[in-house]
């Protein structure tokens, strides 16, 4: 498929984390660095296993993609489980889903916000390109790629132990 230009857009293979025991108790993450538990690490080996079965299907090599993982150092004090963050102000979730895109968490960035270094990030993006990271910057992704409206991308279900391919316009599922 050819972009505006004329050339083939790069593909990005995309994983999310796998499962923490931070997503089993809707806990909010943020950028708190909290480990895989034995489930995420089963789901980050089936990526991997992915990965390979897309790389032969398709006669690549692992040395013919970039990489790309999420820098953060996760050094930051432990977030709320959403029935904390509902004691402490009621109404939030209300204001959240009222315009998922623009909400910003006290501390927090918005999906607009993540949009706009996801832009940029993107921009960059000259080769085939294999990225670990989050759900949210997969939902920006989502909508920057006109793939979905802003606010039906914030809403995007993005799962762990999935290998998703965004080639130029499409979004592929795989797992």
């Not at 984390?17 to 809707?26: A, I, P, Y």
């Not at 895989?36 to 299907?57: P, T, V």
């Not at 998922?100 to 706009?116: H, N």
Request: glycine share 8%; with cysteine; proline share 4%.
């Amino acid at each position: 498929m050819l972009d505006m230009d004329g050339l083939v857009p790069p593909i990005i293979y995309y994983v999310r984390h796998g499962l923490t025991d931070w997503n089993v108790e809707q806990r909010l993450q943020g950028r708190h660095d909290v480990a895989l538990n034995k489930e995420g690490r089963a789901q980050s080996i089936r990526c991997g296993e992915i990965l390979r079965e897309l790389m032969d299907r398709d006669g690549r090599a692992p040395n013919d993609f970039d990489y790309v993982s999420s820098p953060l150092i996760r050094a930051r004090k432990t977030m709320l489980t959403f029935a904390e963050v509902l004691a402490r102000d009621k109404h939030v979730i209300a204001r959240r889903e009222s315009d998922k895109w623009g909400f910003l968490p006290p501390g927090g960035e918005s999906y607009a916000q993540v949009g706009l270094r996801v832009s940029q990030w993107h921009a960059s993006v000259v080769a085939d390109t294999i990225v670990a990271a989050h759900g949210g910057t997969a939902r920006a992704l989502i909508a920057y790629l006109a793939l979905a409206a802003p606010q039906e991308a914030a809403s995007y279900s993005i799962e762990q132990g999935v290998v998703y391919a965004f080639t130029g316009k499409q979004l592929a599922r795989y797992g």
